[in-house]
């Protein structure tokens, strides 16, 4: 068995500060403030809420209406395996760039926030974060999310984004 490369291993740090951090942040949500959706503090003039809000759906609550029996495999089973199909790529492949290798880690690290909710708190996901939105996209507010969904997006923009401003992401292949 050949040992991880530390350039592929140290992004593994960040990893392992989202899920700490996320589900700290949640515990103490979750211990603190009943999940009645009521406003736990209002900072920078509305623009930033927290509330103690509850998602037993995925991203946007999205399938909340699909039946509880089929939840478990579509909200639990199925991205823990596409968070192993990702690391063992990540693993064996040298395809990521520097960054690269910490934006998908910061993806590894929310996807595995959210999972350990969904199979720890039977009331959902915790969620607590509500930013403005100014009536962008017909919101007043973004829907309220949490730290791991934050670094999924935030990662996934990061990964996005570097792959197609780098010469290797607009070619198609990789070059020697």
């Known amino acids: 068995m050949r040992l991880i490369e530390k350039a592929k291993a140290l992004p593994f740090i960040l990893t392992g500060a989202i899920i700490l951090a996320d589900q700290a942040v949640k515990s103490y ?26 998602n037993k759906a995925i991203a946007f609550s999205l399938g909340h209406n699909i039946p509880d029996a089929i939840k478990p495999v579509l ?5 823990i395996l596409v968070l192993v199909f990702l690391c063992r790529y990540y693993l064996k492949s040298d395809e990521f760039a520097g960054i690269q290798r910490w934006a998908v880690a910061g993806i590894i690290g929310g996807g595995a926030g959210n999972i ?8 959902g996901v915790v969620d607590f974060i509500s930013i403005k939105f100014y009536g962008f ?14 670094s999924v997006v935030i990662s996934c923009i990061l990964l996005f984004l570097t792959i197609m401003i780098s010469p290797k992401g607009r070619e198609g292949k990789k070059t020697a």
């Open 75 to 79: 909200f639990i089973v199925l991205p």
């Open 116 to 123: 350990i909710d969904r199979i720890f708190r039977p009331d």
């Open 137 to 150: 996209l017909g919101m007043e507010r973004w829907p309220t999310f949490n730290i791991a969904d934050a």
């Open 29 to 54: 949500i979750a211990v603190k403030w009943p999940q009645s959706g009521t406003l736990i503090a209002d900072l920078f003039n509305g623009f930033l809420q927290i509330y103690h809000v509850r």
